[in-house]
């Protein structure tokens, strides 16, 4: 049997539409295109939509609503197709494992990449895995193969630009990168430490920059694993964008603290890290490509 094809129209995939978005979905796509990340893309709006919202409002002089209003619908056009086709091929199917549970197991592990191909595609196209098999009904996503023709959103990011500083903003847990003249260049949801008196405030800088990081285990950070109080020992964990600061490391002037991806992108900006800023693999990526040795970095209250 053939396999069930997307949901989304031959025309979707190539027409611009001439219109304000109308919705959710089409408005995360549309700031997505802009470097305005709400997180995984959902279609469900939230929290992280708004502020997002919010950013690109700022941008424009706009009143801050956070609202899919009538004035930013009329600033927020659709310039390219919503929607685009993906042809699964051999190499996305290279390399998937399940990750171990175990920090010991993840230290044995060659790479800690990705499961499946949904993971992958997810992260990919800055979705979440839901919103895809919205797009693409009837797929069985447990038995694909290459020549799968597949529907996801048009997310990508303008390209790199070098940044003069970012602004990293502890109450409304969003990271925010400006270009030498003020405007805006990225706008990334942002998890912060749990405990607030760790969190640094203030000036910082980047001492470091670092694609596709290992991750070095330390069971004293981890007071709440069983396992980190039997272990005794640090372990070294392999790259990979399951690795737990996913695939870009921006080290920070005060030691032991960072910017840093991660395996768990929906859960940005809702959880609470052990200390550093964690973003979504994409965003982090993004960021780590406009950074540099030096950049500012402030952190707001």
Request: charged share 20%.
């Amino acid at each position: 049997m053939a396999p069930a094809g997307p949901v989304i129209s031959p025309e979707l995939l190539s027409t611009i539409p001439d219109r304000p978005p109308t919705n959710i979905l089409e408005a995360q796509i549309v700031l997505s295109g802009l470097g305005i990340s709400s997180g995984s893309v959902d279609g469900v709006g939230g929290y992280q939509t708004m502020q997002a919202l919010r950013a690109f409002q700022n941008s424009k002089g706009l009143e801050e609503s956070g609202r899919l209003d009538p004035d930013t619908q009329e600033q927020l056009r659709i310039v390219r197709p919503l929607f685009r086709q993906v042809v699964l091929k051999p190499e996305d199917f290279e390399g998937l494992a399940a990750v171990p549970d175990t920090w010991l197991g993840k230290s044995k592990a060659p790479h800690l990449g990705f499961e499946t191909v949904l993971e992958s595609l997810a992260e990919r196209s800055h979705a979440s895995p839901t919103l895809l098999k919205r797009l693409n009904p009837g797929v069985d996503w447990s038995v694909l193969q290459p020549g799968q023709e597949l529907v996801v959103p048009n997310t990508a990011y303008p390209p790199a630009r070098r940044a003069a500083l970012a602004r990293i903003s502890l109450e409304h847990r969003h990271l925010r990168v400006f270009d030498a003249e003020g405007k805006l260049l990225a706008h990334f949801p942002c998890s912060i430490g749990r405990i607030a008196e760790r969190r640094p405030v203030g000036e910082l800088e980047v001492a470091s920059v670092v694609r596709n990081p290992n991750y070095t285990f330390n069971p004293s950070v981890f007071p709440e694993s069983e396992e980190a109080r039997t272990l005794g020992r640090r372990l070294v964990l392999p790259a990979g964008p399951n690795n737990p600061v996913g695939v870009a490391w921006i080290g920070l002037s005060r030691a032991g603290y960072g910017i840093h991806g991660t395996p768990v992108p929906e859960m940005v900006g809702r959880t609470e890290s052990h200390g550093c800023f964690r973003l979504a693999n994409w965003n982090a990526d993004y960021l780590r490509r406009m950074a540099w040795v030096g950049m500012p970095i402030w952190v707001e209250l």
